[in-house]
């Protein structure tokens, strides 16, 4: 799941920035990789993996065929967010933030990722991927925190959250539809065929099984 959103990002940010030469790495920016960078790149480093709590649900979800038939059961997906480090890194600041501020508006533009860029295990969970850019910190976490364990200095950056779906518990096969036996209770005067009409002497109504 995680290397398919890696696909996603790497995609749009390239869509978005429209320009072969700049390029698009997952690296970890410590100072050794600024030290060997020599052309204009965004880093997108995944550094933060949890649960989204607020988004888990209990019970279990139906799996429909075409028919609309039930045919198997599962457990809700489970969230996971991941957080990523977007910086923009080039000869000039000024061309820096040019790049980060391109960045801000197509993640601002998009509130999840495009369906038709997910990859199979992601577009087979049917869900959308949500994105939230430039929310403020988790109280446990701050971002110079970040940089100061990669041992790098602290630069202008982006904080982009994905919500990612992941569909890894067991399905459990649906039984047969069940059919069920009805009753057709009539009352009064309203004949009743031969087979079901009640004996002399028996309850005026009559009643007929039918099934449904």
Same mark, same amino acid.
């Given at each position: 799941m995680i290397h398919e959103v890696d696909d996603?990002?790497?995609?749009l940010v390239r869509a978005e920035l429209g320009s072969p030469d700049i390029e698009v790495v997952?690296?970890?920016p410590t100072r050794d990789w600024a030290a060997r960078r020599n052309a204009p790149?965004?880093?997108l480093?995944?550094?933060d993996i949890r649960e989204d709590l607020r988004r888990r649900s209990r019970g279990r979800h139906n799996v429909y065929d075409e028919h609309g038939t039930v045919v198997s059961r599962t457990l809700p997906p489970r969230y996971f967010k991941l957080s990523y480090l977007i910086s923009a890194w080039t000869q000039r600041p000024e061309d820096e933030h040019r790049l980060?501020?391109?960045l801000l508006s197509c993640f601002l533009r998009h509130e999840a990722l495009p369906g038709d860029g997910l990859g199979p295990e992601l577009s087979a969970t049917g869900l959308p991927v949500?994105?939230?850019v430039a929310l403020p910190p988790p109280e446990d976490r701050a971002f110079a925190d970040v940089w100061t364990a990669l041992g790098g200095e602290l630069k202008p950056s982006l904080d982009l959250v @994905? +919500?990612?779906p992941v569909t890894a518990a067991p399905v459990y096969d649906a039984g047969p539809p @069940? +059919?069920?036996d009805g009753l057709d209770l009539r009352i009064g005067d309203d004949p009743a065929p031969p087979a079901a009409r009640p004996e002399p002497g028996s309850t005026a109504g009559s009643v007929r099984r039918r099934k449904r």
């Open positions: 996603s990002l790497r995609d997952f690296d970890a790149t965004v880093n480093y995944l550094y980060l501020s391109s949500p994105v939230t @994905v +919500s990612a @069940v +059919s069920e």
